[in-house]
């Protein structure tokens, strides 16, 4: 998930991703060359990943996840970040 903070102050941020019950759980979660790494929880049965940094205006970052799946498709039904709907 990349996520781009487009405004003029920081920004903490949150994704939410639902899946399909074949997704059971979080393997690793990691942003690539950067200090401050991220934070998995479930929130009934949607998987949250929550910054602890926050996101300096300008700054773009790719949220990078494994996950705990069996079958083909793994795509997200659901997918938010901030309360706004993935693009």
Known sequence: VR???TG???QAWQ???R???NVTGV???WIDSYPSQPVAN?????FVFSGSASLAPGETITVKFHMDA??????PSEC???GRTCT
Do not use: F, K
């Not at 069996?70 to 795509?75: A, K, P, Q, W």
């Open 70 to 75: 069996s079958g083909e498709d793994i795509t």
């Open 15 to 17: 994704v939410r991703l």
């Open 42 to 46: 479930v929130d009934q049965g949607v």
């Open 8 to 10: 003029g102050t920081q």
């Open 19 to 21: 899946y399909a019950d």
């Open 3 to 5: 996520l781009s903070n």
């Open 27 to 29: 393997v690793n979660i």
């Open 80 to 82: 938010s970040v901030n």
